[in-house]
């Protein structure tokens, strides 16, 4: 019988030469003789890929690195890697988020992923993982791979890297980001002509769908929004997320991973969880739309995030009174620097900015701006409802 070897591999973008012997720390830096390794002793792998030019990780990383408790102990069990450098990585394989600046992937010596781990909210790259969640993810991984378990193999292609990218001719030769990864593609598929501006939302989150796993335990539900995907679902707090779709799951990067892979039109789910020792199947019904999602954290995404241009003062208390505006609701004053685009549409000093086309958004001017940012693309119409002399009005604007 054939045995099945798992890996975790470390991907990191900085310059120095790999190394083709493990440190004495026990993480590789060379690819070819992880792989050997892993081959050899039969062990899975862990590889991490990590970005060390960003700030962002970089305490979690260190603790990682350093084989903090209780990663020392499942540590082991895996062939360790840290690769520094993804110009010569093959995308085929290494398939995962690529604006995050670390991630790690668990895998057999037969290059086959059973589970990523390293996923972050829109406001921390840390908030969605922990030393512990990475250990507890090793350990799932290491039972799948004693049991032989992997996930669906993909067909063999040839590699193909970053610099096979039409559009990378344009890169420069110094160390890449991985972000570069994910401009290249949709560069290439824009001028192919097959990128749609739906493609843009990728990566949603769990909380998309409704689910909020354990940081510690990444596929053990500890919240379920109501009336969300997840809550009409029928999915509990304590339920254990087995699979999503075709994905195994071990973490929340796993459940990212699942979600990316449904149409942003929507559809039916079907899920696996394990509750009080029985395995029940599940349908999450996903909506048109569904994944659209803060994604003004991605570098990625820079330069097709608009930006309103709006500058001006908070509504005061009496002219909310007066206006009959509940306090919640985001409401401002244009002052007297009225951008062009914004006069293109016809803004005026004092106008009151309200809506956003039809509805209010709660918070602050700075929310107000947000909203506009997180949830379009340049080039995309908008209505804004402002007031000008007590009197709304709805005004269309072009975002740039």
Wanted: glycine share 6%.
């Amino acid at each position: 019988m054939k045995t099945w070897i798992g890996i975790v591999i470390t991907f990191l973008c900085v310059s120095h030469d790999c190394l083709a012997q493990p440190p004495k720390s026990g993480w590789y830096t060379n690819w070819n003789s992880a792989l050997a390794e892993a081959e050899r002793t039969q062990k899975p792998l862990l590889v991490v890929i990590r970005c060390e030019q960003c700030a962002e990780f970089g305490k979690l990383d260190a603790e990682i690195n350093r084989l903090k408790a209780p990663l020392d102990v499942v540590a082991n069990d895996f062939i360790l890697v840290r690769l520094t450098r993804i110009e010569n990585i093959d995308l085929n394989l290494f398939d995962f988020d690529y604006d995050l600046t670390w991630v790690g992937l668990l895998m057999n010596a037969q290059q086959q992923i059973y589970a990523r781990y390293g996923s972050r909210s829109p406001e921390d790259a840390t908030s969605n993982s922990s030393v512990a969640g990475l250990a507890n993810t090793m350990k799932t991984v290491k039972t799948w791979h004693d049991q032989q378990k992997k996930q669906p193999p993909g067909a063999s292609k040839k590699a193909f890297t970053i610099r096979d990218f039409q559009s990378a001719t344009k890169l420069g030769r110094g160390c890449l980001h991985c972000h570069q990864i994910a401009e290249c593609a949709r560069k290439d598929r824009q001028e192919a002509g097959t990128w749609q501006r739906s493609d843009a939302w990728i990566y949603p989150p769990e909380e998309t769908v409704g689910l909020t796993t354990s940081i510690d335990e990444g596929n053990l539900i500890k919240a379920v929004a109501p009336k969300s995907a997840a809550a009409q679902a029928g999915l509990q707090v304590g339920d254990r997320l087995t699979t999503l779709g075709t994905t195994a799951i071990a973490s929340s990067s796993d459940i990212q991973f699942a979600l990316n892979k449904m149409p942003f039109a929507g559809g039916k789910l079907p899920a696996t969880i394990k509750r009080a020792g029985k395995e029940i199947e599940v349908s999450l019904m996903l909506p048109e739309g569904w994944k659209k999602t803060d994604q003004t954290w991605r570098p990625s995404m820079l330069n097709l995030l608009p930006n309103l241009h709006a500058t001006g003062t908070e509504l005061s208390a009496d002219d909310r009174k007066l206006l009959k505006i509940p306090s919640e609701v985001a409401a401002f004053r244009q002052d007297k620097f009225v951008h062009s685009t914004l006069r293109s549409a016809g803004i005026l000093k004092d106008d009151i900015y309200l809506g956003i086309n039809g509805k209010t958004v709660a918070g602050t001017k700075e929310d107000f701006l947000k909203a506009v940012r997180s949830q379009f693309l340049v080039g995309e119409k908008i209505t804004l409802t402002i007031i000008r002399d007590g009197e709304e009005q709805n005004l269309e604007i072009t975002l740039k």
